[in-house]
C-alpha cells in the first residue's frame, strides 16, 4: 500500500513563507500528476497546484504568482512553495499523486494532510 509522506506544515505570520514537501513511501510504476489541494474551515477542497510528469503546471487563480509547485523526479518528490502567506491561505493542505501501475490501472493517491495556519 503506498503511503504519501507529507512535511512542512506550521503556523506563519501574513507575508510568510512555507514549503511543503510530499514523496510516496513506496515506488510507483508510473506517476503521471502530481498536486496540492487544500480544504479551509468550511469549505470544499479546492486544487490548488499541479505538475505533471511532462513538467506542465496549473495554479489555483489565487495563487498565481505566490505559489510554485515543483517535483523531484530522482526523489520522486512534489514541493510546494508558498510565499506571501495569507490569512486565506489557512487550510489543510493535501498532496495528491496520479500513478499507473505496471498493468495499466490508474491510482489515485492522497496524503494524510498538513496544517497551514497564517496569522494576520
Known amino acids: 500500500q503506498v503511503q504519501l509522506v507529507e512535511s512542512g506544515g506550521g503556523l506563519v505570520q501574513a507575508g510568510g513563507s512555507l514549503r511543503l514537501s510530499c514523496a510516496p513511501s513506496?515506488?510507483?510504476?508510473?506517476?503521471?500528476?502530481m498536486g496540492w489541494y487544500r480544504q479551509g474551515p468550511g469549505n470544499q477542497r479546492e486544487m490548488v497546484a499541479t505538475i505533471t510528469s511532462g513538467g506542465s503546471t496549473n495554479y489555483a487563480d489565487s495563487v498565481k504568482g505566490r505559489f510554485t509547485i515543483s517535483r523531484d523526479n530522482t526523489k520522486i518528490t512534489v514541493y510546494l512553495q508558498m510565499n506571501s502567506l495569507k490569512p486565506e491561505d489557512t487550510a489543510v493542505y493535501y498532496c495528491?499523486?496520479?500513478?499507473?501501475?505496471?498493468?495499466?490501472?490508474?491510482?489515485?493517491?492522497w496524503g494524510q494532510g498538513t496544517q497551514v495556519t497564517v496569522s494576520s
Open positions: 513506496r515506488r510507483i510504476f508510473s506517476i503521471n500528476v
Open positions: 495528491n499523486v496520479v500513478g499507473t501501475t505496471a498493468w495499466g490501472r490508474t491510482d489515485d493517491y
